[in-house]
């Protein structure tokens, strides 16, 4: 029992995991609904984008940079797709890829200014922020658009609008960056630029390369996470994500799953279980009739305690008893 344990608590993930078993046993106890197929449909699709977005944060923040700008980044692409077929007259295909290549191409500038002209990430971001915040209201008026017609149907049910369409796209992309994370030469470098640029670079490593790639990759999922919720809400809102709300769900999501701020270290299972973690702490409230308020005491207090582990069992891996 000694070595599983040793072994289960080597993971990143083991005590999100913990936690995320406990709210669940907890919530089902208290309430039938809880186990109900559309209340679970609820969490899955309140899940999903969360954890979507949280992959990108882990990259971003396990090679030492962070993105505050992938929530607006959100909202833009389903307008991008939006005017791309009712106004400029795109096939549905190429106009959701135009949408997509928009986040990549927003996560490459803040790259470029980021590593190239050498501006801090967060500043980068929150500029990037503020500017497609802008860029959305005063295209769309600040009101929300109809889903065009060409992708109102087979296109939209596959990639949000059927029930459990969320759940299936982030468990792909989980599995994919978790492998890419673990198992490539892309994810060793990932974690040597946030460990250790100097000697990164003096490795042979391409830091530029590797930091900028990974802003794509986040503006990218920023953009996937912003259509798949609108195809799930029917409409396109330049509110979805709620703002910097995604963004800052997918910070405490990867934080919560064992990522630290300070760059080197991270997991994309951890943060996918943070995004559950947290939606069914959110959902089991709304359940048992406790009010919305007291979820961002929680969270604050959730995200304070998950760090204080994690500089915890980093202590203990690194003196060799766990």
């Given at each position: 029992m000694r070595r599983v344990r040793e072994e289960f608590l080597r993971h990143r993930e083991a005590s999100v995991l913990v936690v995320a078993l406990g709210l669940g046993l907890y919530f089902m106890s208290v309430t039938d609904v809880f186990l109900s197929t559309a209340n679970l449909v609820n969490i899955a699709q309140a899940t999903a984008p969360a954890a979507i977005v949280a992959c990108g944060t882990v990259l971003l923040l396990v090679s030492g940079e962070i993105d505050l700008s992938v929530g607006v980044v959100a909202a833009l692409a389903p307008f991008m797709m939006h005017y791309a077929i009712d106004f400029w007259g795109v096939p549905a295909i190429p106009a959701i890829?135009?949408?997509?290549?928009?986040?990549?191409?927003?996560?490459?500038?803040?790259?470029?200014?980021?590593?190239?002209?050498?501006v801090p990430s967060f500043v980068t971001t929150l500029g990037t922020l503020y500017f497609v915040t802008g860029v959305v209201l005063t295209t769309s008026h600040a009101y929300p658009a109809e889903i065009p017609g060409p992708v109102d149907g087979a296109i939209g049910e596959w990639l949000g609008a059927a029930d459990w369409a969320h759940l299936g796209w982030a468990l792909v992309i989980v599995v994919f960056l978790h492998v890419v994370l673990t198992r490539t030469r892309w994810g060793l470098h990932t974690v040597a630029v946030g460990g250790n640029p100097l000697g990164a670079a003096e490795a042979g490593v391409r830091t530029a390369r590797i930091k900028i790639g990974n802003f794509m990759i986040a503006g990218t999922l920023g953009a996937f996470a912003g259509l798949i919720e609108a195809f799930r809400i029917h409409t396109i809102d330049p509110n979805i994500g709620g703002g910097t709300g995604l963004m800052f769900t997918a910070v405490s999501a990867a934080v919560i799953g064992g990522t630290a701020l300070a760059g080197g270290s991270g997991t994309i299972v951890g943060g996918a279980l943070g995004a559950l973690v947290?939606?069914?702490?959110?959902?089991?409230?709304?359940?048992?009739?406790?009010?919305?308020?007291?979820?961002?005491?929680?969270?604050?207090?959730?995200?304070?305690?998950?760090?204080?582990?994690?500089?915890?069992?980093?202590?203990l891996r690194r003196a060799g008893r766990t």
């Open positions: 890829l135009l949408a997509l290549l928009t986040g990549t191409l927003i996560g490459f500038g803040n790259g470029f200014v980021t590593v190239v002209l050498r947290l939606a069914v702490l959110q959902n089991g409230m709304n359940l048992i009739g406790i009010s919305a308020n007291p979820y961002f005491l929680i969270l604050g207090l959730a995200i304070l305690v998950s760090m204080i582990a994690n500089v915890y069992l980093t202590r």
